[in-house]
C-alpha cells in the first residue's frame, strides 16, 4: 500500500468533469484506489463519492493506492491533479 | 407499522364523510412520483426495469455526446458539455448508485421510480453539506440523473394507483386538480392534505367525488408512510393515525350511522321545496362532474345552478375537449334534470386554476390577471368550441350559458357580438342550435355589484358568487389564517351588495340567483330569503337540509329579519340577531306539526 498527499491546484476543484476523468483513470488500474479528506475517505473508481467528498481548490487530499499496480496508478493520479484536470486554469 | 400509538391530525374539514383505508404518499414535486408497495414475487421485475431504464438512459446519453454539438459552439464549451455528459453517464453507472436504489426496492418493497426519486433526493442533499459553493451545487447533478432515470421509467411501463390493492387514502402536500381528478377515479376513499382550504380545487373535486377530505394537515406527508392505516373524518376535520381496533370499531359504527342518514335525507326528495306561505324557493346543485348529476338529482335539486366547466378541460389537459365532447356532456346533464335548467359556466381558468399551457402568461399576480371572461376573450379559438356546444345543447335542452368575473358592461357586449358570430356560422353550416340562448353572468367582483342595475339590463340572468364577491369586497383571504377571522358573509357592506343585486335584478326583470357557499347554509338562508332570493344553487348533498330550512320559514317574517339585519352595523350585530331569530324558530318549530322531515 503506498499513500500521498496531493494539492487541488485547478479553480473548480474536483467537480463533475474532472471527477468523471479521475474515475477513467483509476478504473484502468487493477488497485484498490481510494481519496480522503478530512476523515473521510471514498473510492476513486465512483464518481459518486468523487463528487461527495466536496474537494475544492486549495485543499490537499490524500490518495492510497494498494494493490499490483499502485506504483503506476498513483503516480499517474498524480500527474492528473498537477496538470489540473487537463482544463485550462 | 402495527407497533406505533394512535394519533389524531386536526385540519379543516372539507369534504363530509368517514373513510378507512390504507395511506399512499403522493410526491409531486417531480412528475408524478408515486411510493408503490409492491408485492413481494414483482421485486426482480422491478429491479430489472430499474437496470433497463438505466441502461436505456445510458444509451441516449451516450449518442447525445457522440453526436454533433451546434457547429458555432466555443471548442471550450463542447468539451464542457461533453465533460458533463460523460460525468452524468459515470453517475448512472456509479454501483453506489446502483447499489442504493436496488437496495432500496428490495428492503422497501417499492417502486422503481420511487427509489430512484429518493435515492437521488437524499443523495443531493448530502451536497449540501460541502463548503465550497461550486462544489455544493453539484447536487444538480444528481437531480439531473434522477430525472433522467423517471423519465426512462415512465416510458418504460408506468406504475398506476390501480395497482395498488384495497382502498386508498391519498395522502400529499398537495395536489393539483388534474392529478387528484385522475387519481379520485381509483379506489381512493378519502384525502389528507397537507395544503388546500374549503375552495381548494382538491376540496372541490374531492366533494364531488364524494370522498371524505381533510386539508390543512401541515407536513402530513412526512407522519405517514405507505400502507400505514388511516382514518379520514371530513365532518370533524380529523385524520387519525395508527388507529386501534377500537377507534377502527368506532368509526366503522360511525360511517354505518352517516350513511343512514344520507339515504334518510334522499327520501326527502320528493317534498316540495316551499316556504311555510307557499312560495316556491328553488334549490339547485354546483357540480363539476358529470357524475355528479346522479347526486343533484337524488338530493332533490331542481336544476343545475352552476356547472363548472374547466373540470371537463382539467380532466383531460393538456388535450382540448372537442366540441362534440361538451355537446354530449352539456346534454346527459339536461337531460338527467329536465326539465329543469342546467347553467353551464364557461371555463373559469386562470388564476390559479392551471391551464398554464393555455395561458402561457407569467402574471405577478394571477388572481388578478388573465382569467374568468378576459380569458374568454383573448382565447377565442378555444372557447369558439365550447360556445358553440352550448348553442347546440340548447336547441333540445333547457341549457343556459354564464360568463364568470365580468367586471364591466363592455365585456358583457363584445361577449354577446362573439356569441352572435357563432350563431350566425352554425345557421349558415345548417347546424340545430338555439339562436336565443340565454346568457348570464357572474357577479362576483364587487365592481360588478355596484353597477349591478346597469348590467341587468344586458343579461338574462345572474348568479351571485360569494366566495369571490366575499374575498374581493372585504380583501381577505380566507385561506390564510392570520386573517381568516375577518370573512364576515354577513359584513353590512356584504348585505348592501346583495339588496342592490337583487333589486337590480327585480327592476329589469331578470331571475337572480345565488351559487357561492353562503346559499348552502342553512343558518343564513333565512336572511337570503327574506332580501329577496327565491334561487340557491349549492353542493348536491346540502340540498336536504336546506330544504327542511325553507319549509320550516314564514316569508313576512324573514323580510321584517332582512330588514332589521339591514340596520346593524357590524356583522357581529347581524350575526347575534340572526341568532335569537333562529333559536325562536327552531322552539316555534318543536311544538309545531309542520315538521315532516324529522
Redesign the interface.
Known amino acids: 500500500m503506498i499513500e500521498k498527499d496531493v494539492a487541488i491546484v485547478n479553480r473548480?476543484?474536483?467537480?463533475?468533469?474532472a471527477?468523471?476523468?479521475l474515475?477513467?483513470l483509476a478504473g484502468g488500474f487493477r488497485s484498490q484506489i481510494r481519496l480522503s479528506l478530512e476523515g473521510q475517505s471514498v473510492?476513486a473508481k465512483?464518481?459518486?463519492?468523487i463528487?461527495?467528498l466536496?474537494?475544492?481548490?486549495g485543499m490537499t487530499v490524500s490518495i492510497r493506492c494498494e494493490g499490483e499496480d499502485e506504483g503506476e496508478a498513483l503516480v499517474a493520479i498524480e500527474e492528473l491533479f498537477a496538470c489540473r484536470f487537463e482544463e485550462?486554469s | 407499522m402495527s407497533g406505533q400509538r394512535e394519533q389524531v391530525l386536526t385540519g379543516l374539514g372539507v369534504s363530509y364523510g368517514i373513510s378507512i383505508g390504507r395511506a399512499v404518499c403522493v410526491e409531486n414535486h417531480l412528475e408524478e412520483v408515486f411510493r408503490l408497495p409492491l408485492p413481494a414475487h414483482s421485486i426482480d421485475a422491478e429491479v430489472a426495469r430499474y437496470h433497463e431504464a438505466s441502461e436505456l438512459t445510458i444509451r441516449e446519453l451516450t449518442q447525445v455526446k457522440m453526436g454533433e454539438l451546434p457547429g458555432d459552439m466555443e471548442d471550450g464549451l463542447q468539451e464542457e458539455i461533453g465533460g458533463i455528459l460523460e460525468a452524468h453517464i459515470l453517475l448512472l453507472k456509479d454501483p453506489s448508485l446502483v447499489g442504493r436504489v436496488t437496495a432500496r426496492i428490495r428492503g422497501e418493497h417499492v417502486n422503481a421510480e420511487w427509489a430512484v426519486h429518493r435515492t437521488t433526493a437524499e443523495l443531493a442533499e448530502q451536497f449540501e453539506a460541502i463548503e465550497d459553493d461550486y462544489l455544493r451545487g453539484r447536487g444538480q447533478d444528481l437531480h439531473d440523473v434522477g430525472t433522467y432515470l423517471l423519465r426512462a421509467l415512465q416510458g418504460i411501463s408506468h406504475h398506476e394507483l390501480s395497482e395498488v390493492e384495497g382502498d386508498i387514502i391519498l395522502v400529499a402536500d398537495d395536489l393539483p386538480p388534474g392529478e387528484a381528478v385522475r387519481l379520485g377515479r381509483h379506489r381512493v376513499v378519502g384525502f389528507a392534505i397537507g395544503s388546500g382550504g374549503r375552495t381548494s380545487h382538491t376540496t372541490i373535486i374531492a366533494r364531488s367525488l364524494k370522498v371524505p377530505a381533510v386539508g390543512g394537515l401541515a407536513s402530513v406527508t412526512q407522519l405517514v408512510t405507505d400502507e400505514d392505516p388511516v382514518i379520514v373524518d371530513g365532518g370533524a376535520g380529523t385524520v387519525i393515525l395508527h388507529p386501534t381496533a377500537e377507534t377502527l370499531e368506532k368509526y366503522a359504527r360511525l360511517r354505518q350511522a352517516q350513511d343512514a342518514h344520507d339515504l334518510e335525507q334522499q327520501e326527502t326528495r320528493h317534498l316540495p321545496s316551499v316556504t311555510l306561505d307557499g312560495t316556491q324557493i328553488s334549490l339547485m346543485a354546483n357540480i363539476d362532474l358529470p357524475e355528479e348529476i346522479h347526486d343533484a338529482a337524488n338530493y332533490g335539486a331542481q336544476g343545475v345552478g352552476l356547472y363548472r366547466s374547466e373540470f371537463l378541460y382539467i380532466e383531460q389537459s393538456p388535450k382540448l375537449p372537442t366540441e362534440e365532447q361538451h355537446l354530449r356532456t352539456y346534454t346527459l346533464l339536461a337531460r338527467e334534470i329536465a326539465p329543469n335548467p342546467v347553467i353551464i359556466r364557461t371555463y373559469d381558468l386562470g388564476g390559479r386554476k392551471l391551464a398554464r399551457e393555455l395561458m402561457n402568461t407569467r402574471e405577478e399576480n394571477p388572481v388578478l390577471g388573465l382569467r374568468g371572461i378576459r380569458l374568454t376573450m383573448a382565447r377565442r379559438e378555444m372557447f369558439r368550441t365550447q360556445i358553440r356546444a352550448l348553442f347546440r345543447a340548447a336547441y333540445h335542452h333547457d341549457v343556459r350559458v354564464m360568463l364568470p368575473l365580468v367586471t364591466s358592461v363592455d365585456e358583457v357586449r363584445e361577449f354577446r357580438v362573439f356569441a352572435q358570430e357563432i350563431a350566425a356560422e352554425l345557421s349558415q353550416e345548417g347546424i340545430a342550435h338555439n339562436p336565443s340562448l340565454k346568457i348570464g353572468i357572474m357577479i362576483e367582483v364587487p365592481c360588478a355589484a355596484i353597477i349591478a342595475d346597469l348590467l341587468a339590463r344586458e343579461v338574462d340572468f345572474f348568479s351571485v358568487g360569494t366566495n369571490d364577491l366575499l374575498q374581493y369586497s372585504l380583501a381577505v383571504d380566507r385561506n390564510n389564517e392570520h386573517v381568516a377571522h375577518l370573512y364576515q358573509p354577513l359584513h353590512p357592506a356584504i348585505l348592501r351588495m346583495l339588496r342592490f343585486i337583487l333589486e337590480s335584478a327585480r327592476q329589469a326583470g331578470i331571475e337572480v340567483g345565488m351559487c357561492g357557499e353562503m346559499a348552502g347554509d342553512p343558518r343564513l338562508v333565512p336572511l337570503l330569503l327574506g332580501l329577496g332570493l327565491r334561487r340557491l344553487s349549492m353542493s348536491p348533498r346540502l340540498v336536504p337540509e336546506v330544504k327542511a330550512c325553507v319549509r320550516s320559514l314564514s316569508l313576512p317574517e324573514l323580510e321584517q329579519l332582512a330588514v332589521t339585519c339591514g340596520s346593524l352595523a357590524t356583522a357581529e350585530e347581524v350575526d347575534g340577531y340572526l341568532d335569537r331569530f333562529l333559536k325562536q324558530t327552531a322552539s316555534m318549530t318543536e311544538e309545531s306539526p309542520l315538521e315532516v322531515l324529522s
Request: glycine share 14%.
Open positions: 473548480l476543484g474536483l467537480h463533475a468533469r471527477a468523471a476523468k474515475v477513467h473510492d465512483s464518481i459518486l463519492g463528487l461527495m466536496g474537494a475544492a481548490q485550462s
